[in-house]
């Protein structure tokens, strides 16, 4: 069962990193402009991250099977959409469309983890998901980069739309769990509105703010260069062709299978895990750092290798979450950080379009001030977490 849900979560992460090789296709078919391809890249993230709490509320309420079921076929939708667009603004709206589709696709996958795994065994399981699921972004690499030189982009789409359906019948012919959990300790079951101040009730704990800052920023950064600048640092910085930069795309992705089942075989647990989260997002900082001057080809692809690698850190985040909220509203906290993530990544890539453009304008190199400026976020949500309070059991540890 767990086999099926990862396989729509596959997709999901195939989703949200096209633009890296979307990208230069859509600049020469529709004219679009740095701040435009940040638009089309975060719609999907938006509207990821905006529907978590909804997300969070139905697994809790209705299950994960009805959540995932009912949710998925949007993101079909808006893959034939995208296949059709005419414009711009038409393929935005699609993008957003797939993002509220994708929606449960990671959320269902932790919460599954969480009630059918032994505590223990959470951030391994975790790493282990995020690994098989982190496999979508290989569609988008050199196939997909090869698919866009033997055809269009419309043809990508067309692809993932197909290989979306898939997987949304392996879940239907796989997946069973109750449609509606039973009420905790023989009570009435809870309403929808009791549902949403609970919910909202997370941000009322002083912990979750450091929570909230630093998992809108870790994922995001990766993904915002996997995502969107990598294809066109590569082609623009050192004239790199499509398919080449669908190969270091690609290498990357492998890369990013990797870390995230080492970093939860070496999980610390919850005594020091903190203080490793805070100076592996430093580490990520110096390394956007040296990505931003580097002017050779073979130390910026270096650095994103690196990149990947030490990005398998954020697995040890869910951990986090899972040990810092009571079991009874696993499904709201994790509901929470994944929201943080994806509003985070929305964010950053919206905002360094803007600021790529404002760089062009001004006659600056657009990729070094993205970079830096990814740096510099990074190490401010570092320095916050750690300065934020702690949840209570972490604090007498």
């Not at 905006?50 to 994960?64: K, R, T």
């Not at 959990?181 to 912990?207: C, D, I, K, T, V």
């Amino acid at each position: 069962m767990l086999l099926a849900l990862i396989a729509a979560f596959n997709m999901s992460q195939a989703f949200r990193t096209l633009g890296a090789i979307m990208a230069p296709p859509l600049q020469a078919a529709f004219g679009l402009t740095p701040r435009q391809l940040g638009l089309f890249s975060g719609a999907y993230h938006f509207a990821f991250g905006a529907m978590q709490l909804f997300m969070g509320i139905s697994i809790d309420l209705y299950g994960i099977r009805r959540t995932v079921l009912a949710t998925f076929p949007l993101a079909l939708v808006g893959a034939v959409l995208s296949a059709l667009a005419p414009g711009a603004t038409p393929l935005v709206l699609a993008q957003v469309l797939i993002g509220l589709g994708c929606a449960p696709t990671f959320l269902v996958c932790t919460v599954f983890i969480a009630r059918h795994f032994a505590p223990q065994r959470f951030a391994a399981i975790s790493g282990m998901t995020i690994a098989l699921g982190s496999t979508g972004m290989l569609l988008t690499g050199t196939p997909l980069a090869w698919v866009i030189e033997h055809g269009s982009w419309r043809n990508g789409f067309w692809v993932l739309a197909v290989l979306g359906l898939l997987a949304w019948l392996w879940i239907w012919r796989a997946l069973h769990e109750p449609a509606r959990r039973p009420a905790a300790h023989g009570g009435e079951r809870e309403s929808a509105a009791q549902a949403m101040r609970r919910f909202a009730a997370l941000f009322a704990l002083p912990h979750t703010w450091g929570i909230v800052v630093l998992g809108s920023t870790t994922y995001a950064a990766v993904i915002t260069l996997r995502g969107l600048w990598m294809g066109p640092m590569l082609t623009e910085r050192h004239g790199y062709s499509l398919v080449q930069s669908g190969n270091a795309a690609l290498a990357l992705s492998l890369i990013l299978l990797v870390g995230p089942v080492l970093f939860g075989r070496l999980d610390p647990g919850p005594a020091t895990r903190r203080r490793w989260l805070t100076g592996w997002t430093l580490v990520l900082a110096a390394l956007f750092s040296l990505l931003a001057f580097a002017r050779w080809a073979w130390l910026d692809v270096a650095c994103m290798m690196t990149i990947g690698l030490a990005s398998g850190y954020i697995v040890l985040q869910y951990a986090d979450v899972r040990n810092a909220y009571p079991a009874a509203i696993t499904g709201r906290a994790m509901a929470a950080f994944t929201m943080a993530m994806f509003m985070g990544v929305a964010v950053m890539q919206w905002v360094t379009g803007l600021i790529a453009s404002a760089a062009s304008q001004a006659g600056l190199e657009p990729y070094a001030v993205v970079m830096a400026s990814i740096a510099g976020w990074l190490a401010l949500s570092a320095i916050a977490f750690a300065l934020l309070p702690q949840p209570p059991g972490v604090q007498q540890q």
